[in-house]
């Protein structure tokens, strides 16, 4: 049932799109009223006014329809009735490889011993 009632809303959605953007604009702020539009006759204009209304309260119907479906497939619960969850076992920790990859040799450059003091620079 609430998946024939999203297509429907959705059906109604687009329709809703395409008939207010297919109205006449009445000289709105932007100044681009005027002119001879798509559908310009008066009864046309009143035929589009009556159908956004018709479709604006399908929408608000539609709308009303799918929030009360949510709310009855919810059942109310309490956490207090349910009981705590088990707490997991910690994990093992993860040993790394002793492949002698590029930390191991920084490692063991890090411990070669620093020289006793300042050092000249010598020639060959």
């Known amino acids: 049932m609430q998946t024939?009632?999203?297509?429907?809303h959705l059906i109604i959605v687009a329709t809703?799109?395409?008939v207010v953007l297919l109205q006449k604009s009445e000289g709105g702020g932007l100044g681009m009223g005027g002119g001879a539009g798509?559908?310009?006759s008066r009864g046309t204009a009143n035929l589009l006014t009556?159908?956004?209304s018709f479709l604006?309260?399908?929408?608000f119907?539609?709308?009303l329809l799918l929030s009360w479906l949510a709310g009855v497939e919810q059942k109310p619960g309490s956490i207090l009735d349910t009981a705590p969850a088990s707490q997991s076992q910690p994990a093992t920790p993860v040993t790394p490889p002793s492949?002698?990859?590029?930390l191991d040799s920084l490692k063991q450059s890090e411990q070669a011993p620093a020289p006793a003091g300042p050092q000249a620079p010598r020639s060959r």
């Open 4 to 8: 024939a009632v999203i297509v429907i």
């Open 16 to 18: 809703l799109t395409v």
């Open 38 to 40: 798509f559908m310009s």
């Open 50 to 52: 009556r159908t956004t």
């Open 56 to 59: 604006a309260v399908g929408f």
């Open 61 to 63: 119907v539609t709308s």
């Open 99 to 102: 492949g002698g990859g590029l």
